[in-house]
């Protein structure tokens, strides 16, 4: 079995900073070395990183591939090479595709079309309605991520919002339930109210301003969503996690103690932590997305909570549209932002303007994900565990974005300047990215769940 030793790198793990050296023996990591220490046996291969930076690769638990049915927006192929490119290993797809995932047929089809396009590891949701909670118990646990649960409309329309059915999916399954938290009456109330201030009803082809956004999809709606969801976990002990928090009074209801002692866990997502509701002069709906980026004072209360424990994780919500598509104000345009490609390289801009330190990063969006959703051997760099890494380095001057890999072609960091760049992403061992260079004839492998 082919033996590759990394060597001269800072190795960030687990809460440390530190030179040494991996083997990666096949698809496995076999040694951890500190300093100059020499690999136990000889490597075939040695990959000189320079002294830049290896850390895990980057497991994002919340993405839209599109794929099946919404593949003029993106599919696995294209976006799991945004994905490869952007040092993200590992991904979990969303169910709101066309036909949705609330089948276990369905279910199995995403999957087999993962197993077939995806350089990246995966796995993907399935999606609760109104009436299918008693599918659940057909569900493999070591296979499914999780069960995916619309408490405020977004695309797909997969809203579940009576009390009855949600009442029977937090007490219907042991898997991790995964919530989108607005409230849909406070948004249809919100909408009805700038409609008539903008005199919608005089003309069909009226449209709301976009700066409108944020206060449709208000902070009451999150907070009231993200409240009742919180409830109805306690009162079933579920397992719960709340995806894309945006607003700083949400926070209240999240414990600040360690990620292992929790059993209702936060998400906040790349776009909420580098915009705020300012930005939608500069990118337009570009930056629309579900729940809305909110204004400033929520921003910095959401990074003061990564840098504690009261947000657990750092994802994207990839969501790509064509440009098309995301044309028009606070109705019209459709929401969701393409964003795993630079979502690393994002939050490694926010490390260098002193927001997170890179080892809260890697816990944030490499370690943390592989505890909330039970991975087995992912997400840490350890001896035993697969060669999920990628190699990152720091340039002295912001460097281009590059080229965008997502069918759509677009992000709202395209034309954006880092110091950080992703040099390489080893899935399973596999040089899959390389510079500017991916290997398209690899795939990932389907997660494991413990």
Not at 44 to 69: N, S, W
Not at 77 to 105: F, H, W, Y
Not at 281 to 288: H, V
Request: hydrophobic share 35%.
């Amino acid at each position: 079995m082919k033996r590759t030793l990394i060597r001269q790198a800072i190795i960030v793990n687990e809460s440390r900073r530190f030179e040494g050296s991996v083997v990666v023996e096949g698809e496995k990591i076999a040694e951890v070395l500190t300093g100059g220490q020499s690999p136990s046996e000889p490597c075939e291969e040695v990959i000189d990183a320079g002294k830049g930076y290896l850390l895990p690769g980057v497991i994002d638990g919340h993405v839209h591939f599109r794929d099946p049915g919404l593949t003029h927006k993106a599919d696995i192929c294209t976006e799991s090479r945004a994905a490869a490119a952007g040092g993200v290993t590992s991904i979990m797809d969303m169910p709101n595709t066309d036909p949705q995932t609330i089948t276990l047929d369905a279910w199995n089809d995403k999957m087999e079309r993962l197993a077939g396009k995806s350089l990246v590891n995966y796995s993907c949701y399935f999606g609760a309605t109104h009436t299918n909670y008693t599918e659940f118990g057909k569900l493999d646990p070591h296979r499914v991520c999780g069960v995916k649960l619309f408490m405020g409309a977004s695309t797909g329309n997969m809203l579940v919002d009576r009390m009855n059915s949600l009442q029977n999916i937090f007490n219907g399954t042991d898997l991790l339930i995964a919530t989108h938290c607005e409230d849909q009456d406070i948004i249809s109330r919100n909408t009805a109210i700038y409609k008539e201030k903008h005199g919608y009803g005089e003309g069909g082809d009226m449209d709301i301003p976009l700066r409108y956004h944020p206060h449709i999809r208000s902070v009451e709606a999150c907070y009231r969503s993200s409240e009742l969801a919180v409830r109805l976990a306690k009162e079933a002990n579920a397992r719960l996690h709340v995806l894309h928090i945006t607003t700083g009074k949400e926070l209240e209801l999240f414990e600040d103690k360690p990620l292992a002692e929790k059993k209702i866990t936060a998400e906040v997502c790349v776009p909420h932590l580098l915009f705020t509701a300012d930005d939608y002069d500069t990118y337009g709906a570009r930056i629309k997305c579900n729940p809305a980026i909110k204004a400033e004072p929520n921003r910095s209360m959401l990074r003061e909570a990564v840098n504690s424990n009261r947000i657990d994780v750092i994802a994207t919500d990839h969501a790509p549209h064509l440009l098309a598509e995301k044309e028009g104000g606070a109705l019209k345009a459709l929401s969701g932002v393409p964003m795993i490609q630079f979502s690393l390289a994002g939050m490694l801009e926010l490390v260098e303007k002193g927001l997170f330190t890179l080892e809260k990063v890697v816990d944030k969006m490499c370690h943390a994900p592989a505890q909330i959703y039970r991975i087995p051997d992912r997400g840490y760099i350890r001896p035993g565990y697969q060669a999920d890494l990628v190699m990152v380095s720091r340039h002295s001057h912001p460097m281009p974005a590059g080229p965008v890999y997502g069918k759509c072609r677009w992000s709202p960091l395209e034309n954006a300047a880092f110091r950080w760049k992703v040099d390489k992403t080893f899935v399973n061992g596999h040089l899959t990215y390389n510079g500017n260079r991916l290997d398209e004839t690899y795939r990932g492998q389907a997660l494991r769940f413990g």
